[in-house]
């Protein structure tokens, strides 16, 4: 029995959050960021890196899990791409044969999900797998290394791996209706009067 090639798990935190007032890194006082990284780390992602951005290039200004690495993407603003590069980048430096993406505004994607889209990318002859939600493509999505430079090479602006993914026949489309919901948070919740 061959033993299970290593999965990078890259938190998408760089974003400046406008939409919801602030980076999403901080939300809720870091509670999604925590969520994100024990949901790659605990559905089998080993090392776990947040990729930060708006938030500036001193992770003291993050509350970030213990045992978490962490990249800061200086071009962070140019878009998607550019974190989406710098977490592969961060991957290959890593040496692991996967990378799964997470964005941090996703906070009830947990650990089941996780390993869920993960075992599938494994089992399959592509290697690439990501979660869907009622019919919609979301996250967490897994990437074997040998579509790294693809995937690098079509993420452009605000677009990631999104492009790269969609064209592809072989892609494993994994359905976690029953785990979570998988929809992203853009907008702070607002009390009950």
């Known amino acids: 029995m061959s033993p299970i090639e290593p999965c990078a798990g890259i938190v998408l935190a760089a974003g400046a959050g406008t939409r919801y007032g602030k980076p999403k890194a ?13 949901a790659l780390r605990d559905g089998g992602c080993a090392p776990v890196i947040v990729m930060l951005g708006a938030t500036g290039p001193d992770p003291a200004n993050v509350d970030l899990p213990a045992d978490t690495e962490w990249r800061w993407v200086a071009d962070w603003a140019t878009g998607l791409s550019a974190t ?36 599938a990318a494994r089992a399959s002859d592509s290697g690439l797998a990501r979660a869907v939600f009622h ?45 979570a919901t998988g929809t992203d948070r853009d907008f702070p919740e607002v009390a009950a009067q």
């Open 135 to 179: 019919s919609t493509p979301g996250h967490p999505a897994v990437m074997k290394n040998k579509h790294w430079e693809a995937i690098s090479a079509t993420a452009v602006g605000d677009t990631g791996g999104g492009s790269y993914l969609g064209t592809r026949q072989d892609m494993v489309c994994v359905t976690c209706d029953d785990l």
């Open 84 to 119: 989406v590069r710098a977490g592969l980048r961060a991957a290959a430096e890593a040496n692991t044969e996967y990378a799964a993406f997470l964005p941090v505004d996703l906070p009830d994607i947990g650990a089941d999900v996780v390993a869920r889209v993960l075992a």
């Open 26 to 38: 901080l939300a809720e006082n870091g509670a999604w960021l925590r969520a994100a990284v024990t």
